[in-house]
């Protein structure tokens, strides 16, 4: 069965770097575009990032545009997100999510960053 | 970029009636090319990752009850749960899936009346 797994968040200092994780298993990972998508304490979901397959293209929401990138392993199966000039902001759950054709039809759990001096 | 925009933040619904969602983008997200509306949506309960309930606006995920059920074109779409059941207290989110970014309504959250 589908599997996504997420990690990596931890607490980091504002200005500080961190880089997650998505280790995929039970399906094709080198076909599918895969996106992180963010979702802070209380609030609603925000999509980051994708990728596509072969790692083609890639797009991001303004807000981490610069500051975060997105890559992918498909020897390894797995996706990640470099993540610079952590803001306070920033403090969520990431979530990495399959694409099928730009609908997310698995989700990860999710890995909780916590931006904070 | 395109913004949705969901419609009510919330509502109280009681069992076994009609719940109705709204959600509106800011440009039309159906592609001339294949008429088909580029929206989604989901279902999030507390602690959980949200799920996909509907893709293309209105077909339905397999495993997905026929309550719930998808409309709209272009800007304007809608999610129906059309016998409310405990289960389904939730909050809903749409999303756009035109183009090279994606963007999610702000949710809208389903309770029990």
């Known amino acids: 069965q589908v599997q996504l797994v997420e990690s990596g968040g931890a607490l980091v200092k504002p200005g500080g770097s961190l880089r997650l994780s998505c280790a995929a298993s039970?399906?094709?990972?080198?076909?599918?575009?895969m996106s992180w998508i963010r979702q802070a304490p209380g609030k609603g979901l925000e999509w980051l990032s994708y990728i596509s397959s072969a790692s083609t293209y890639s797009d991001y929401a303004d807000s981490v545009k610069g500051r975060f990138t997105i890559s992918r392993d498909d020897a390894q199966n797995s996706m990640y997100l470099q993540m610079h000039n952590l803001r306070a902001e920033d403090t969520a759950i990431y979530y990495c999510?399959?694409?099928?054709?730009?609908?997310?039809?698995?989700w990860g759990q999710g890995t909780l960053v916590t931006v904070s001096s | 970029d395109i913004v949705m925009t969901q419609s009510p933040d919330s509502l109280a619904v009681s069992l076994g009636e009609r719940a109705t969602i709204n959600c509106k983008s800011s440009q039309s997200v159906s592609h001339s090319s294949d008429n088909k509306n580029y929206l989604g949506w989901y279902q999030q309960k507390p602690g959980q990752p949200p799920k996909l309930l509907i893709r293309?606006?209105?077909t339905r995920e397999s495993g997905v009850p026929d309550r719930f059920s998808g409309s709209g074109s272009g800007t304007d779409f809608t999610l129906t749960i059309s016998s409310l059941q405990a289960e389904d207290v939730a909050v809903y989110y749409c999303q756009h899936y035109f183009g090279t970014t994606r963007t999610f309504g702000q949710g809208t959250k389903v309770e029990i009346k």
């Open positions: 039970g399906f094709t990972f080198k076909i599918y575009y």
């Open positions: 999510a399959t694409e099928n054709w730009g609908a997310f039809d698995y």
């Open positions: 293309w606006a209105s």
